[in-house]
């Protein structure tokens, strides 16, 4: 297991109903990103934590979305009452260091809201 | 805002050379370049800090011109593993906060 691991892969929703999106980074990673990638698109930044601390939740497109990292290692990304337009794959990253440095993705989880 | 690929997409016979280029309007702290085949995770390539450096990985090179804020990835005698979507991802900062390009498709065909 030394990738970056997210679970579920596939979550279907229907409109409404909240999801939570979790994300096991490598082991010692300092920093973990969220990203959002609609088909066809590159994937665009929703928030990064370094450690347990969220340094920047610029990317979030509203207040239904919010993520947390309480221990510092794994993540969960959660989105209350869905939308069709959240419907994308919601990707996470990590990276050795704090900022700056490569950053190594998972599989993503693919949301499709009904 | 979001970085500008060039060419969208390009079509190569095994052992063709091929450049992709990145462009950003803003002052840029780092590139990152990424591939992406359908379906699976994007896996990082290399990255570039400000300050024109040139790196490479095996057949695949890449500069960074902090002046003109572009980016070139080269990729030499093409494989077919090659194929999949490249993207540049653009760091402002040192936070590791990525803007990422469009994307642009390569298909290698034997």
């Known amino acids: 297991g030394a990738g970056v691991s997210q679970s579920p892969r596939y979550k279907v929703a229907k409109r409404g109903q909240d999801v939570a999106l979790r994300c096991d980074p490598i082991?010692?990673?300092?920093?973990l990103f969220w990203y959002q990638q609609a088909l066809g698109q590159g994937p665009e930044f929703l928030t990064y934590?370094?450690?347990?601390?969220?340094?920047?939740k610029s990317g979030l497109p509203s207040d239904r979305f919010f993520a947390e990292r309480p221990e510092g290692s794994v993540s969960t990304l959660k989105i209350q009452r869905t939308q069709q337009e959240d419907s994308a794959v919601y990707l996470c990253?990590?990276?050795?260091?704090?900022?700056?440095?490569?950053?190594?993705f998972g599989p993503g989880t693919r949301l499709t809201v009904t | 805002q979001q970085p500008v690929q060039s060419p969208q997409a390009v079509i190569l016979r095994e052992g063709e050379d091929a450049v992709i280029n990145c462009s950003s309007s803003?002052?840029?702290?780092?590139v990152h370049w990424y591939r992406q085949k359908h379906g699976e995770a994007p896996v990082f390539l290399m990255i570039?800090?400000?300050?024109?450096e040139q790196k490479g990985h095996e057949k695949i090179s890449a500069s960074f011109n902090e002046k003109k804020q572009q980016s070139s990835l080269y990729l030499t005698a093409s494989q077919l593993s090659y194929s999949g979507t490249y993207f540049c991802?653009?760091?402002?900062?040192?936070?590791?906060?990525?803007?990422f390009g469009q994307g642009t498709t390569l298909q290698v065909k034997p």
């Open positions: 990253a990590s990276s050795l260091v704090a900022g700056g440095g490569e950053q190594y």
């Open positions: 082991s010692g990673h300092v920093s």
């Open positions: 934590f370094q450690n347990e601390a969220q340094l920047d």
């Open positions: 803003k002052a840029l702290y780092s």
């Open positions: 570039l800090l400000k300050g024109g």
């Open positions: 991802g653009f760091g402002r900062s040192n936070t590791g906060k990525l803007i």
